[in-house]
């Protein structure tokens, strides 16, 4: 879509809901918690096998370090079972790089492995980097390390391999901005074949100079559907938001339309005010068995879980209606 059509339509139509916000939001809060914590945010999300949901949620205590825990719903919605205690704790003496805390988990079903993927970000004296998991039930869990070394974050393991190799979308950061890239492996332990993914603007759009993946990839008949966070930095705060792109199946590195503005943002009380201020950051989401309706679950301003409903359908229309290739002129002039 040429920049001219751009602006008349954002001058003559309303911004599309593409999220629908639960109304029993937030979903989950630290009041909710068997045991004493600051705060629950950013949890990764899979359905199990009897069609129960697993949120695997940020749990940040007094000290100011995150750890793992379990909470189960038949609903998705309520009913929390959240295990007594936490589930994945920081294991500093084994994993070094685990000393801060370990945060913001991503789960990916790999259906080869029969295994759950769990990418999470564990925080060492040299930052923050990217640790993988694997586990069978969230009961017990296999740490694979350090794949990522510091400053990285934001990654997930896509579910199956891309021409005989395993891929990793995360987000090192780079003096030149933060963006997303994707790794390969052939046994998950040793990465390569790095690539540029997706790009953070310049100047003064809502994704410039710092984004990252959010929750894992969604794979379509279309293309590998990204929800990504842009960070715009403002004299006071910062402000995190969510938009769309998607990426070629085969070539995962290849994106293929990007949304121009952003389609989810801070708007309500919880996602406003907390811990930190104006922040949606979605780590997972289950699709409905309609195949169609994601359930987006996401931490609010760094102090609760948070539930919206969204279509695939929809998000890929917006695409088409409010996107434009990466390799079009209106990239280039941009
Ligand atoms: C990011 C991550 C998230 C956090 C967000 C807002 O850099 O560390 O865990 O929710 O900042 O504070």
Same mark, same amino acid.
């Given at each position: 879509? $040429? $920049?001219?059509?751009?602006?008349? &339509?954002?001058?003559?139509?309303?911004?599309?809901?593409?999220?629908?916000?639960?109304?029993?939001?937030?979903?989950?809060?630290?009041?909710?918690?068997? %045991?004493?914590?600051?705060?629950?945010?950013?949890?990764?999300?899979?359905?199990?096998?009897?069609?129960?949901?697993?949120?695997?949620?940020?749990?940040?205590?007094?000290?100011?370090?995150?750890?793992?825990?379990?909470?189960?719903?038949?609903?998705?919605?309520?009913?929390? #079972?959240?295990?007594?205690?936490?589930?994945?704790?920081?294991?500093?003496?084994?994993?070094?790089?685990?000393?801060?805390?370990?945060?913001?988990?991503?789960?990916?079903?790999?259906?080869?492995?029969?295994?759950?993927?769990?990418?999470?970000? $564990? %925080?060492?004296?040299?930052?923050?980097?990217?640790?993988?998991?694997?586990?069978?039930?969230?009961?017990?869990?296999?740490?694979?390390?350090?794949?990522?070394?510091?400053?990285?974050?934001?990654?997930?393991?896509?579910?199956?391999?891309?021409?005989? %190799?395993?891929?990793?979308?995360?987000?090192?950061?780079?003096?030149?901005?933060?963006?997303?890239?994707?790794?390969?492996?052939?046994?998950?332990?040793?990465?390569?074949?790095?690539?540029?993914?997706?790009?953070?603007?310049?100047?003064?759009?809502?994704?410039?100079? &710092?984004?990252?993946?959010?929750?894992?990839?969604?794979?379509?008949?279309?293309?590998?559907?990204?929800?990504?966070?842009?960070?715009?930095?403002?004299?006071?705060?910062?402000?995190?938001?969510?938009?769309?792109?998607?990426?070629?199946? #085969? #070539?995962?590195? &290849?994106?293929?339309?990007?949304?121009?503005?952003?389609?989810?943002?801070?708007?309500?009380?919880?996602?406003?005010?907390?811990?930190? #201020?104006?922040?949606?950051?979605?780590?997972?989401?289950?699709?409905?068995?309609?195949?169609?309706?994601?359930?987006?679950?996401?931490?609010?301003?760094?102090?609760?879980?948070?539930?919206?409903?969204?279509?695939?359908?929809?998000?890929?229309?917006?695409?088409?209606?409010?996107?434009?290739?990466?390799?079009?002129?209106?990239?280039?002039?941009?």
């Amino acid at each position: 879509m $040429s $920049s001219t059509t751009l602006l008349a &339509k954002a001058a003559t139509e309303k911004y599309e809901t593409l999220f629908h916000r639960h109304p029993a939001n937030p979903i989950l809060t630290e009041k909710d918690w068997p %045991y004493s914590i600051n705060s629950v945010f950013n949890a990764g999300a899979t359905l199990l096998p009897d069609g129960s949901t697993l949120l695997l949620c940020r749990v940040e205590d007094r000290r100011g370090l995150s750890h793992l825990c379990v909470a189960r719903s038949v609903n998705g919605v309520d009913g929390w #079972q959240i295990d007594r205690e936490p589930t994945l704790l920081p294991n500093a003496a084994r994993y070094p790089e685990e000393l801060w805390g370990i945060e913001d988990p991503r789960i990916t079903y790999v259906p080869e492995l029969k295994k759950y993927a769990i990418a999470y970000t $564990s %925080y060492s004296r040299g930052g923050p980097g990217v640790s993988l998991a694997l586990t069978e039930d969230f009961r017990s869990f296999e740490r694979i390390g350090v794949i990522m070394p510091p400053d990285d974050k934001d990654a997930a393991l896509l579910p199956r391999r891309i021409n005989g %190799y395993w891929a990793l979308i995360h987000r090192p950061m780079t003096p030149l901005g933060a963006h997303v890239w994707i790794s390969y492996s052939p046994d998950l332990r040793h990465w390569g074949s790095h690539k540029l993914m997706l790009e953070a603007r310049r100047g003064a759009w809502w994704d410039a100079n &710092k984004i990252g993946m959010s929750p894992p990839p969604i794979e379509t008949s279309r293309g590998w559907l990204m929800l990504y966070h842009g960070v715009r930095r403002t004299p006071s705060s910062s402000i995190y938001r969510l938009g769309l792109a998607l990426f070629d199946l #085969q #070539q995962p590195e &290849k994106c293929l339309v990007r949304g121009d503005s952003w389609m989810f943002a801070p708007e309500a009380e919880y996602e406003r005010h907390g811990d930190v #201020q104006d922040v949606v950051f979605p780590c997972g989401y289950t699709i409905a068995s309609d195949g169609d309706t994601i359930n987006l679950y996401y931490g609010a301003a760094d102090s609760s879980i948070a539930l919206a409903h969204g279509s695939i359908r929809a998000l890929l229309s917006w695409l088409d209606a409010n996107g434009h290739s990466e390799h079009s002129n209106d990239r280039r002039h941009a």
